[in-house]
């Protein structure tokens, strides 16, 4: 049976607000998707959403929703975008179906009764950012001592738990020697060396579960009901489950290894020693080619939600259309490197490729013929040296197209398709038929008016896996029905006496930016804040002010605000004292053993010595800031912070709730 040629994305996490970075990889996939089905393979294509996880729970709980009930409705906001954007996904998995999470079970029992996964218990920097835990030596340190999670820059915090593990550093020399032996595996080739790095380093056990008191949503561990896996564990294995892994054994072996799996830079590790090692455990073979694309920039600046500059993708989608947002979203950067999105950029794209060089050729190719040869497709007629030419150079523009698209290089392969635009339009200003019609040279004229035309269908052709619906109706004008790649390189595909339609301009000039877009970007700025905006002048102005408003009687307390994001980043929890005790080294100290909800016990040194005494705390809910990076004060090691009341004399009270709530509970 004929490979199928499968690509896929990474399953994205359907809490998140789909952005132009998850936009950028799909309408990707979809554009080789549609290239590849054109050029007559069966082709699979996958896209989904990742479902489980801490912070799915924590968001369907404060919405008050079941998590199924959230993630179903939330799920929709991806689904809706790929099909404004008109992306064409063959299948869309989530990783709370059932033929997923089915044979996610079937895969973690055939490796442990194999041995490949083991229970063992482990202390470590636990990322809830990232839902991972990493080592010592793996986080940073910020300047003001915090431990922050290398993969998302957010704070880590020491946590102690027994879990199952996934034997990853058995199958790491055949991951090495994979990697050494096929050198495409990992593209490009910055993204290689990163991970062959990372390959020359020892490769530790994955742990690749959570306990179910701590993260009820997951799949659940087949032989322990303590338990559930991981998320990544769980949401990697949907690229084999998707294609009938286990299921269904011959539309499994047509499709796997996949031809490319998509994947931002920021999932590298995740997608290349997780996901092979895993692979080779189950005696697969990766993929034919993981390519890690880079990231965009917005105006300048890392899209984030506090700064308040992600881009979303339906706002553009209403702007600019669908096909002009994949369109300069897949020209404006290479696919390898990172890349700044603006809409001034956009602009500047989407006039320079689409309207002034191939919207123009049609509209002249199509309005000439109209004017002189009565609005059909003209007979080729006597071939000059202008045609061959012509001719040879869009062959050779054809096929840098194909091999640069067959590269994932997909601004290089716009960029043959402008030259072919541009070719198009030379050739009319040298051939210049509005002289050729003075002349009454009408044989002549209308074979550059045929062979401009043929140009605008090359053209048309090549733009169908960008520019899908732009394309259609470009062909349309020119009479094609049912474009074809085949003869692509031969310009004498038109139907001679086919009626050609003038209509709007294809891809009208953009002189100024959308008034919404005008309207977002000014609601943007003035998010940007105030002070921000203020030149050092104006900044020192504002400070005097609030100097001033201090030194009057009764001056209103000013704070900086922060997001919504922000606080909740925060865990506040009830913590109860297990056991408190005078700090060796400081007076001001105690330190306490608390129960925070948690299997093991937390200390936490506290400075509230000069008010309480160690035993009236004992057996006392009071509230903790768990997250905070643990430090040392005085010698011990604090897991968090208490909190209190405190006025200009010092601590006045600590705090609490009003009624008894468990130990564990949140605070928000
Ligand atoms: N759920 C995991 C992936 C599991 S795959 C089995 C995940 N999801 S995600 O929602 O965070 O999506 C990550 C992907 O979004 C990146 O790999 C990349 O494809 C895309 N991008 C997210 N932000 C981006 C930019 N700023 N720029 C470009 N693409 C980026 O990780």
Same mark, same amino acid.
């Given at each position: ?37 054109a050029?007559? #393979? !069966? ?12 912070? *799915? ?19 929709? &906001?991806?689904?809706?975008?790929? /099909? ?29 009764? &194999? ?5 063992? +218990? ?9 839902? &991972? ?13 915090? !431990? ?10 020491? =946590? ?26 990992? &593209? ?5 060396? /990163? ?10 056990? $994955? ?169 059909? *497709? ?14 040879? /150079?869009i062959s050779?523009l054809t096929s840098?197209y194909d ?8 601004? +290089? ?7 072919i ?31 401009? $035309?043929e140009?605008?269908r090359v053209?048309g052709v090549l ?20 474009p074809t790649l085949q003869d692509l390189g031969e310009l004498?595909g ?26 977002? =970007? ?56 297990? +056991? ?7 007076? #001001?100290? =105690? ?31 009071? =509230? ?6 643990? #430090? ?25 709730? $009003?009624?008894? *709530? ?7």
């Open positions: 049976m004929a490979k199928t040629f499968y690509i896929s994305t990474p399953l994205y996490y359907v809490n998140d607000v789909p952005h132009i970075g998850h936009t950028y990889t799909t309408v990707a996939a979809d554009v080789m998707a549609r290239y590849q089905r050029k007559g #393979r !069966k082709v699979h294509f996958l896209t989904g959403t990742d479902e489980h996880g801490q912070k *799915v729970f924590r968001k369907a709980t404060e919405r008050g929703l079941t998590p199924q009930v959230h993630v179903d409705e939330l799920v929709q &906001r991806f689904q809706k975008l790929w /099909e404004r954007l008109d992306c064409t996904h063959d299948d869309f998995i989530r990783t709370t179906e059932k033929r997923h999470t089915d044979v996610v079970q079937e895969v973690l029992r055939e490796l442990f009764e &194999r041995g490949d996964i083991y229970k063992e +218990s482990y202390a470590g920097w636990y990322s809830t950012s990232a839902e &991972r835990f990493w080592t010592e030596k793996d986080v940073l340190v910020a300047e003001d001592g915090t !431990k922050l999670c290398p993969d998302t820059q957010q704070p880590v915090e020491w =946590l102690e738990e027994t879990n199952y593990w996934f034997r990853m550093s058995k199958y790491a020399d055949k991951l090495r020697t994979w990697t050494a032996e096929n050198a495409d595996w990992i &593209r490009p080739e910055t993204r290689k060396n /990163e991970l062959m790095g990372t390959l020359k380093k020892d490769i530790a056990d $994955l742990c690749i579960t959570r306990p179910k008191e701590r993260l009820p949503w997951g799949i659940p561990v087949p032989w322990d009901s303590d338990y559930v896996t991981y998320v990544w564990f769980d949401a990697l294995l949907n690229y084999i489950t998707a294609i009938g892994y286990r299921r269904d054994d011959e539309r499994f072996a047509a499709c796997w290894p996949a031809d490319f799996q998509l994947i931002g830079k920021d999932i590298l590790t995740t997608h290349t020693v997780y996901w092979g090692t895993m692979l080779l455990a189950l005696g697969l073979d990766p993929a034919d080619c993981i390519y890690a694309h880079g990231w965009w920039t917005v105006e300048g600046r890392k899209m984030s939600k506090s700064v308040g500059n992600v881009v979303d993708p339906n706002l553009l989608v209403d702007a600019y259309g669908a096909d002009s947002v994949r369109y300069v979203l897949m020209a404006e950067k290479s696919f390898g490197g990172d890349g700044d999105f603006s809409h001034k950029g956009f602009q500047l794209r989407y006039n320079a490729d689409l309207a002034n060089v191939m919207g123009n050729l049609l509209h002249r190719g199509v309005a000439m013929s109209e004017k002189w040869l009565g609005g059909v *497709v003209a007979p080729l007629g006597v071939i000059t040296n202008a045609e061959s030419e012509l001719q040879a /150079e050779e840098a091999t640069h698209l067959n590269a994932l290089a997909y601004n +290089s392969a716009l960029e043959s398709l402008v030259n635009g541009k070719a198009g339009n030379k050739y009319l200003d040298s051939e210049k038929p509005w002289a050729l019609n003075k002349a009454g040279d009408q044989a002549r004229l209308a074979t550059v008016m045929r062979h401009t $035309l140009v605008c053209v733009l169908a896996p960008f520019c899908p619906n732009k394309s259609q109706e470009l062909l349309g004008r020119l009479g094609i029905s049912a004498s038109l139907q001679q006496g086919a009626s050609l339609t003038h209509g709007d301009p294809l891809f009208p000039r953009m002189d100024e930016l959308p008034a919404t877009i005008a309207a977002a =970007l000014e609601t943007a700025a003035a998010a940007a804040g105030p002070l921000k905006s203020l030149g050092s002048s104006g900044a020192a102005k504002a400070e005097k002010k609030a100097k001033k408003s201090k030194s009057s009687t009764k001056a209103e307390p000013t704070f900086e605000t922060i997001s919504f994001e922000d606080f909740a980043k925060v865990e506040i929890r009830v913590v109860q004292v297990l +056991s408190a005790a005078q700090h060796p080294d400081a007076d #001001r100290l =105690l330190v306490l053993q608390v129960n925070a909800g948690e299997e093991t016990p937390r200390t936490i040194v506290a400075g509230i010595a000069s008010k309480y005494s160690p035993e009236e705390l004992v057996g006392k809910k009071l =509230l903790g800031v768990l997250n905070l990076a643990p #430090r040392k004060l005085r010698g011990v090691m604090s897991q968090g912070m208490l909190l209190a009341a405190s006025g200009s004399k010092g601590i006045l009270s600590m705090a609490s709730t $009003l009624v008894d *709530v468990a130990p564990g509970s949140r605070i928000s």
